[in-house]
């Protein structure tokens, strides 16, 4: 990292302020040729730059910076001449332009950050939702790392004592020296099995939670996707099967991401692609975190049919004729519905969404190592003849965990990370 890397730390477009960031061994003598000379540290100066702009500059010395290297912040006027003549300026200066999240990636490499706070950095840019602001902002004040720590703790204290007992089989050590380590890793197992099963949680948060609209054709999803949306995301037609690909529309309710869809009428079908929404269908329906079912009520032969015990059902068009379908009568017509439905869904949300505290967890990747984690354990637990087996899965469980904070991993799987951050970050 002997390179001295910059980039606009603001969208693009035309702005009041623009923000540009510098870092690297190169700032500080780019900073001197823009601006004339170095501002005091950490504070805020009016400054010239090289003929471009007037604005305010920050420079923020190694290591006590973002990225633990020479940082420098530039706050120009937003305008799109005002920011390409800057940025052309540094490039002319023999400074490159960073890549998505390198500014990110060298405060993890210089020790500013570990790789769960850099996520959480880069889930509370995209935050959408208050819910998904606190766990990013969790997530980065270092809770999932906190956690960690203390796991890898223990796992220490249990593989300090089935060493002991492989390395000093016949000295003075206890026979039983090894079994003080089973409570120890029973105790942990059951913690890190917990925080796995809660990372589906985390993952909801992050993700949006997934409320699929089912029913035959003509049942009215497509008019009820558009009361909730409170826009026209679909098109609606009396023609039965106008819907033949998942509409997705993203809402919040209840301070949580949503994400409704609309789907293709369950019917058999000879038409081939209606017939390949109905399979999108049902693969989104049993994917869902819930399912709506819709049946139409002035149809006679309308029917739930493949609806689980646990489905929301509406019997829709109560405005034009009760039916006898067991079910809740509804019509997307009447606001008041839409409102009762709207609570009933946040309801729902809420109860699947909050817990006590913020789950540990939160991405996927976290879940596979805590999952691999537990199973390592787990051998270790059910190892009672060879201690110097149960050994290695407590290093391999160790190992698992250290991935989740970036003490060890590879380079492909820190590329893959940094590469969604956005450039400038």
């Known amino acids: 990292m002997s390179d001295t890397i910059f980039a606009p730390a603001t969208a693009a477009g ?7 960031r510098i870092s690297g061994p190169g700032a500080a003598e780019a900073l001197r040729t823009l601006a004339g000379d170095l501002p005091p540290a950490r504070q805020a100066a009016v400054r010239y730059l090289g003929g471009i702009d007037r604005g305010l500059v920050l420079w923020f010395p190694a290591p006590a910076s973002y990225t633990g290297e020479d940082v420098a912040e530039l706050q120009v006027h937003g305008g799109t001449a005002v ?24 405060a993890f490499e210089h020790g500013k950050l570990d790789l769960a706070q850099a996520e959480g950095v880069a889930d509370l840019i995209d935050a959408e939702t208050d819910a998904q602001r606190r766990q990013a902002l969790e997530q980065l004040g270092g809770r999932l790392s906190g956690v960690q720590a203390r796991w890898r703790e223990a796992l220490t204290e249990a593989l300090a004592l089935l060493e002991a007992a492989v390395d000093f089989p ?8 090894a079994a ?3 409570p120890v890793l029973e105790l942990l197992l059951g913690e890190i099995e917990a925080a796995a099963a809660d990372a589906e949680r985390g993952l909801k948060v992050r993700e949006g939670f997934r409320i699929a609209l089912l029913g035959s054709p003509n049942a009215g999803k497509s008019t009820l996707l558009n009361a909730l949306a409170g826009r026209e995301a679909a098109i609606v037609t009396p023609t039965p099967g106008t819907t033949r690909d998942i509409i997705e529309v993203p809402m919040v309710l209840g301070g949580y991401k949503v994400i409704v869809a609309d789907t293709a009428g369950l019917r058999e079908s000879a038409d081939e692609i209606e017939a390949e929404g109905v399979r999108r269908a049902r693969a989104w329906g049993e994917a869902a975190d819930m399912r709506v079912w819709l049946a139409d009520g002035t149809d006679p032969e309308a029917s739930f049919e493949g609806a689980g015990p646990d489905d929301l059902r ?15 009568a509804f019509t997307a017509r009447s606001p008041n519905d839409v409102a009762w439905l709207e609570a009933t869904l946040t309801e729902k949300v809420v109860g699947a969404l909050t817990g006590a505290e913020p789950p540990a967890a ?14 390592r354990l787990r051998a270790a637990i059910d190892q009672r003849e060879h201690v110097e087996l149960a050994a290695e899965d407590v290093r391999l469980a160790a190992r698992a965990l250290d991935r989740i904070t970036g003490r060890i991993d590879p380079e492909d799987v820190l590329g893959r990370i940094f590469a969604t951050f956005c450039i400038g970050k």
């Open 170 to 177: 016949d000295e003075e050590v206890p026979a039983e020296v």
């Open 14 to 20: 035309r702005a009041a302020v623009a923000v540009v």
């Open 83 to 106: 920011v390409s003549a800057l940025l052309a300026a540094l490039s002319g200066l023999g400074l490159r332009l960073a890549e998505p999240g390198e500014f990110t990636r060298r």
């Open 314 to 328: 509406l019997v829709t068009k109560r405005d034009l004729g009760e039916g006898a379908l067991p079910g809740v």
């Open 362 to 375: 939160t991405r996927l990747r976290h879940r596979e190592l805590l999952s691999e984690a537990a199973a």
């Open 180 to 182: 003080h380590a089973r």
